[in-house]
């Protein structure tokens, strides 16, 4: 079993920086994907990024490219998502995902509870 913890949510102005983490804990060595979503009212979830754990080139979905970046500590089994230049747009609860059970990046297995950002 796999647990995420997602931190680093709250209330920030356009324009402005935000870095969501992401901790995970447990049978960690079964992630070889981890994952950013995010979901506003009334939208469907979007992926926002994802990246392989062992490296590899990240993936990011439009709407983000070029303004967040995810990276990962493996030391501390933590993803990161660094949002630059955030807009209204990207208000919307982020959730962190990870395969598990070597599903891949296809295959999310396992989901924190989301952390809620607002840009505003």
């Known amino acids: 079993h796999v647990q995420l913890v997602e931190s680093g949510g709250g209330s920030v102005q356009p324009g402005g920086s935000l870095r969501l983490s992401c901790a995970a804990s447990?049978?960690?060595?079964?992630?070889?994907?981890m994952g950013w979503f995010r979901q506003a009212p009334g939208k469907a979830r979007e992926e926002v990024a994802a990246?392989?754990?062992?490296?590899?080139?990240?993936y990011y979905a439009d709407s983000v490219k070029g303004r967040f970046t995810i990276s990962q500590d493996n030391a501390k089994n933590t993803v990161y998502l660094h949002m630059d230049n955030v807009k209204a747009e990207d208000t919307a609860m982020y959730y962190c995902?990870?395969?598990?059970?070597?599903?891949?990046?296809?295959?999310?297995?396992?989901w924190g509870q989301g952390t809620q950002v607002t840009v505003s």
């Open positions: 447990g049978h960690t060595d079964t992630m070889n994907c």
């Open positions: 995902a990870a395969d598990g059970n070597g599903g891949g990046c296809a295959e999310y297995n396992y």
């Open positions: 990246i392989y754990t062992g490296g590899g080139s990240p």
